[in-house]
């Protein structure tokens, strides 16, 4: 299959050591091995904005594959999301209010059984999912590692790692958000519709429909689309971001985001309220992501979305 060639740019590998990451501006505090009772233990880091103030309410994004988000040289890539360049230029520019970002380091093998939804997968024909959990990555390696268990992943986030940031911190109230790419960006739009009280809204780039690399004879699209379709009515005021490049891993994309584009359009969501955006020429990696970050923040933190 063509596209299993692109899987690297696809799997954000975890950094096993333990440097902090350099920030351009504001401040990291690392949660060392922060422990579960769902999900293997995994280091969780919280960037502070700039000129930080305790006792300020501050909105909150909770950013999945937290080990690439603001240091090339700590990635196994050499790449970056550039968080802390692109917030602290939208704070300094005064474009969104001053925010703190939770990165959530993913578990490397198990990414793919972490973010990929479980429900529209737990629907599937058993036939189907046996197929899926028999599929391979490139060479000996299978793509699933484990049994999906992207539900407990949620339940990490909204029993355990939430209350806790909002022990620590000053969170102002209903201002609590998912931000993901690729397989970040499936499981951004699952948490925001399995746990719509929890948080407001989601932004998932470079969202990866296809579930797996096969663009021949996958039905896998459809159960996500059949699971979104079953549960906006959940959302109310939520915000939801979506985009997508043309080139590379991105190429399988485009028709794909058409089609929850139209079932947005055709539920009367609120075309306020959700925003799908095209970058012709963009790739699947995290210069890509950077490049347009500014987007999807902006989006879900400014009153009047873009």
């Not at 997968?121 to 299978?142: I, Q, V």
């Not at 339940?155 to 993901?180: A, M, R, T």
């Not at 306020?272 to 999807?296: C, I, T, V, Y």
Request: proline share 7%; aromatic share 14%.
């Amino acid at each position: 299959m063509r596209f299993i060639t692109l899987f690297l740019l696809l799997i954000v590998c975890s950094v096993t050591h333990a440097q902090l990451p350099e920030v351009y501006g504001g401040e990291i505090v690392r949660l060392e091995s922060f422990n579960s009772k769902y999900i293997p233990d995994r280091n969780v880091d919280i960037w502070l904005p700039p000129e930080f103030d305790a006792s300020k309410e501050y909105p909150v994004i909770y950013m999945h594959d937290g080990q690439m988000l603001f240091d090339a040289n700590t990635t196994w890539n050499k790449q970056e999301w550039q968080v802390d360049e692109v917030a602290t230029r939208l704070i300094k520019e005064q474009q969104v209010t001053p925010f703190i970002v939770v990165g959530v380091w993913n578990n490397s093998d198990n990414r793919h059984s972490e973010y990929f939804p479980q429900k529209p997968f737990e629907s599937m024909p058993e036939e189907r999912k046996a197929l899926e959990y028999s599929r391979m990555r490139g060479g000996d390696l299978k793509l699933f590692h484990n049994p999906i268990y992207s539900d407990k992943y949620l339940k990490f986030l909204v029993e355990e790692l939430k209350p806790f940031i909002e022990d620590e911190y000053k969170v102002k109230p209903e201002s609590s958000y998912l931000l993901g790419s690729s397989m970040g960006g499936l499981i951004s739009w699952y948490g925001l519709l399995e746990y719509p009280d929890e948080f407001q809204g989601a932004a998932c780039l470079s969202t990866h429909w296809p579930g797996n690399f096969s663009d021949v004879d996958n039905p896998i699209p459809s159960y996500f689309q059949s699971y979104i379709q079953a549960n906006l009515t959940r959302l109310s005021r939520h915000k939801l971001y979506f985009d997508y490049g043309t080139e590379t891993l991105d190429a399988m994309y485009p028709e794909l985001q058409e089609e929850v584009n139209s079932i947005l359009s055709t539920s009367d969501y609120p075309k306020e309220l959700w925003h799908s955006q095209k970058f012709e020429g963009a790739n699947h990696s995290e210069n890509a992501w950077a490049a347009r970050l500014d987007h999807p923040i902006k989006f879900l933190l400014s009153k009047k979305p873009d």
